[in-house]
């Protein structure tokens, strides 16, 4: 069974831009969590989706924003990047169920200059 | 804020046991321990998770004290490829349509095995 798969892997981008990175999760799975890794702040949760609505979100500016589609993929965009927003995105996917793990992709590693 | 304790490093001799310690005292009756691994620029790997009970699959074997308060996670056999930052993390789940609980990381411990 293929794993989640994150487009693009990598993605430079300046300042004022927006990005939208791409995250197609495991066969079968519904539910996509996306996270940002900073070195500074480490693993942060961002938002969370299952049939196409969001479910929770984590302490983000409004400038992350989220989606998803019929078939669970999932794209998150980042509106007027800022320096700070460098970091590695990452999605995961589960399936509904109590207590189930959560599958992650390799991240997009995101670069602002 | 996480809401477990772990050291930050510990190191392994390559084919001894690897046993990396984790305290959540504060620790929910809902409320599930999980350990990740993640090597070095990827993405999180997804290794066991138990409730109360003691757990074994193919990666490690994860055991939960009685009261909860303490689990501790054993790779039995370390390998130089098990050298990673392991995250102990507690989590709700409230099962079918509603949030799976979102993962709190915390710093981990970084396990470095030596040959």
């Known amino acids: 069974k293929a794993g989640v798969t994150q487009t693009p892997r990598y993605l430079i981008k300046t300042r004022g831009q927006q990005v939208t990175l791409s995250c197609s999760p495991i066969?079968?799975?519904?539910?996509v969590s996306w996270y940002q890794q900073t070195p500074g702040q480490g693993l942060q949760f961002l938002f969370e989706y299952f049939s196409e609505t969001q479910r929770n979100k984590g302490n983000f500016p409004g400038r992350f924003s989220g989606r998803q589609f019929s078939n669970s993929r999932s794209e998150m965009n980042v509106s007027t990047l800022e320096l700070g927003d460098s970091a590695l995105y990452l999605c995961a996917s589960s399936l509904q169920r109590e207590g189930n793990e959560q599958f992650f992709g390799p991240g997009t590693r995101l670069t602002v200059l | 804020d996480a809401k477990t304790t772990q050291p930050t490093s510990m190191d392994c001799a390559e084919g001894r046991a690897a046993n990396l310690p984790c305290n959540h005292s504060?620790?929910?009756?809902?409320?599930?321990v999980y350990w990740y691994r993640q090597i070095h620029s990827q993405g999180p790997q997804y290794i066991i998770h138990g409730l109360k009970n003691n757990e074994t699959n193919e990666m490690a074997s994860l055991i939960i004290t009685e009261d909860r308060k303490s689990s501790t996670l054993i790779l039995p056999h370390a390998t130089l490829r098990d050298t990673a930052v392991y995250y102990c993390i507690v989590r709700v789940a409230t099962g079918y349509g509603g949030s799976q609980g979102n993962l709190i990381f915390g710093k981990g411990t970084k396990l470095s095995v030596k040959p």
């Open positions: 504060t620790i929910s009756g809902n409320e599930y």
């Open positions: 066969s079968g799975h519904r539910s």
